[in-house]
C-alpha cells in the first residue's frame, strides 16, 4: 500500500494512477505551471506523510520536480521515474504518466529514488564518469543510459546523470558495481 500522496501533473494521470490503486491520494498540478496554493498543498503532505512525485519524463516535468522540490525537506520526497519511450501516447505525439502501461507504472512505483540533504550528497565528479567510460567516448550515450536503468535514473546527459548519482550518494565504488 502506497502511504504517501503522489503527486501528478494532469487529471489523466490521477485517473490512470486510480484505476491501477484505488486506494491512493493524489495531488494534481494542472501542468508545469504550478500555483503557490497547490505548492502549498504539496508542503502540507510532504510534511506529513511524505510525497513522491511522479511527473512526465519530460523537460517540463523536471522542470517542475525541481520546482517542487525546492521548497520541501528532501526527506519527505521520493520520486518515481518512467522512462520516457514507456510513456510515449500510442501516435507517439506526446508523452505522460497516463500513456505508460500498467506493468510500467507499476515498476517505477515500486522503485522510488530517494534524493539525500545536498550536505550529504556524494562527491563523484564527471571525470569520474569520463574515467569509467560514462562520458566523452564513443558508447558513452548508450553506456549512461544502461547504467541509468540499472539506477532507475531517467535516461540523461551526462551532467544529469552525475547530479542523480550525486544526490542519491553514489560513491565511485557503488557506480564501479553498477557498470561492472
Known amino acids: 500500500m502506497i502511504k ?3 503527486v501528478v501533473e494532469g487529471l489523466h494521470d490521477r485517473q490512470k494512477l486510480e484505476r491501477i490503486y484505488p486506494e491512493i491520494r493524489t495531488i494534481v498540478t494542472g501542468g508545469s505551471a504550478i500555483s503557490e496554493e497547490t505548492l502549498r498543498l504539496i508542503s502540507i503532505q510532504a510534511k506529513e506523510t511524505g510525497v513522491i512525485l511522479f511527473l512526465d519524463p519530460d523537460h517540463p ?4 520536480q525541481d520546482e517542487i522540490q525546492s521548497v520541501l525537506s528532501p526527506e519527505s520526497v521520493r520520486i518515481a521515474f518512467l522512462d520516457q519511450k514507456k510513456a510515449k501516447s500510442k501516435d507517439g505525439k ?3 504518466v497516463e500513456h505508460a502501461k500498467e506493468e ?7 522503485n522510488l529514488i530517494h534524493f539525500l540533504p545536498e550536505i ?10 569520463y574515467l569509467l567510460g560514462l562520458c566523452g567516448k564513443p558508447g558513452s550515450e548508450e553506456f549512461r543510459a544502461n547504467a541509468s536503468k540499472t539506477l532507475n535514473f531517467p535516461v540523461s546527459n551526462a551532467k544529469t546523470f552525475l547530479k542523480y548519482c550525486n544526490r ?3 560513491t565511485l565504488t557503488n557506480l564501479e558495481q553498477v557498470i561492472r
Do not use: F
Open 94 to 96: 506526446k508523452v505522460g
Open 104 to 110: 510500467d507504472i507499476r515498476a517505477a512505483l515500486d
Open 4 to 6: 504517501e500522496v503522489i
Open 120 to 129: 550529504k550528497q556524494g562527491t563523484l565528479t564527471m571525470s569520474d564518469l
Open 168 to 170: 542519491t550518494g553514489m
Open 61 to 64: 516535468g523536471r522542470k517542475l
